[in-house]
């Protein structure tokens, strides 16, 4: 007589305890884990003194339209480039998504646990330079609040779509570290080409030029416009 044995899918507490483990393993990554969070912060307290005082346009600050935004990509930048794609690597060298490619739970188990666990680092960084920015400098929000939200939620595709890229052809986790880092530089090489000719100080221009080609839209909402893509001379 034999039994039959239903496999069934991992439940909601298997996804809980996997997230859960993810974010260990991510806690244990001290740089993996300072870096996103201090890189952005560091900048925005060198600049925040000199951009809070210069008025772009319409009573908004540099620090509101370029700085603040610039900070707050690098923080997505960082994680969704360099950070996630090292731990995927890892998992396919070492093949644990292989082994979970033949049991009931699937490889995308772990892609979604790690997709969540650096959204939640993403949140925190985000977070800690929007409080010392309002706390510290008196950076106000923006105007199109919606507008904001929508540019800088499809930066965020753009950054984690390139991470993936960078993980799939990462052999080990020390090359998808160096590979997303150099993937991290050439896009802000990239947004120096496109960055508008704004009424600022030299400073905030060089800063606002990192990533402006990614988030084209954030200094509009800013000042309460509408996000519109468009090449400047």
């Known amino acids: 007589m034999t039994t039959e044995i239903q496999a069934q899918r991992p439940g909601l507490r298997a996804w809980r305890t996997l997230v859960v483990c993810e974010a260990k393993m991510v806690a244990r990554d001290t740089s993996g884990l300072i870096v996103p969070l201090g890189l952005p912060l560091l900048i925005l307290l060198m600049s925040a003194s000199s951009a809070g005082e210069q008025v772009v346009q319409n009573g908004r600050t540099?620090?509101?339209?370029?700085?603040?935004?610039?900070?707050?990509t690098i923080v997505i930048a960082m994680i969704a480039i360099v950070n996630m794609p090292s731990f995927l690597a890892y998992y396919r060298r070492t093949g644990i998504l292989r082994r979970l490619a033949v049991t009931p739970a699937s490889p995308a188990l772990v892609l979604v646990a790690q997709l969540v666990v650096s959204l939640i680092q993403a949140a925190l960084g985000i977070g800690i330079a929007l409080a010392v920015a309002a706390l510290a400098f008196g950076a106000g929000p923006p105007e199109n609040l919606a507008a904001a939200i929508?540019?800088?939620?499809?930066?965020?595709?753009?950054?984690?779509?390139?991470?993936?890229?960078?993980?799939?052809?990462?052999?080990?986790?020390?090359s998808a570290v160096a590979i997303g880092l150099v993937a991290f530089f050439a896009l802000g090489a990239l947004g120096a080409c496109s960055v508008a000719r704004a009424p600022c100080q030299r400073g905030c221009r060089r800063s606002a030029r990192c990533f402006r080609s990614v988030v084209p839209s954030s200094p509009s909402a800013q000042r309460g416009w509408v996000p519109h893509w468009r090449r400047h001379p």
């Not at 929508?150 to 993936?164: D, P, R």
């Open 150 to 174: 929508g540019s800088f939620t499809l930066a965020s595709l753009a950054m984690y779509s390139v991470g993936m890229v960078v993980a799939s052809v990462a052999p080990t986790p020390n």
């Open 62 to 72: 540099a620090l509101e339209v370029f700085v603040l935004p610039l900070a707050l």
